[in-house]
């Protein structure tokens, strides 16, 4: 999959934006990477290798996430 927006911001609840309204983001040691927690706009590719490696979730339960996660928030990520 190749993106036609590469190096375009789309604002979150856009048509265009794939990753719906919420984007939290993931760092490591203070350094940000181009991967995070998103809605799935298409929830029957959660669980699939369909993204560029981020996590995505039905969009209430990332709503709901986002609202208990303020910005900052430590989190551990395991297999």
């Given at each position: ?54 996590i ?24």
């Amino acid at each position: 999959f190749r993106s036609k927006h590469k190096g375009r911001v789309i604002p979150g609840g856009s048509p265009e934006n794939r990753i719906g309204k919420r984007w939290m983001g993931l760092a490591n040691e203070d350094v940000l990477t181009s991967y995070g927690i998103h809605p799935a706009k298409n929830t029957r590719a959660i669980g699939g290798n369909t993204s560029f490696g981020c996590i995505q979730m039905y969009p209430a339960d990332a709503d709901a996430l986002f609202r208990f996660c303020p910005l900052g928030t430590r989190v551990t990520i395991r297999a």
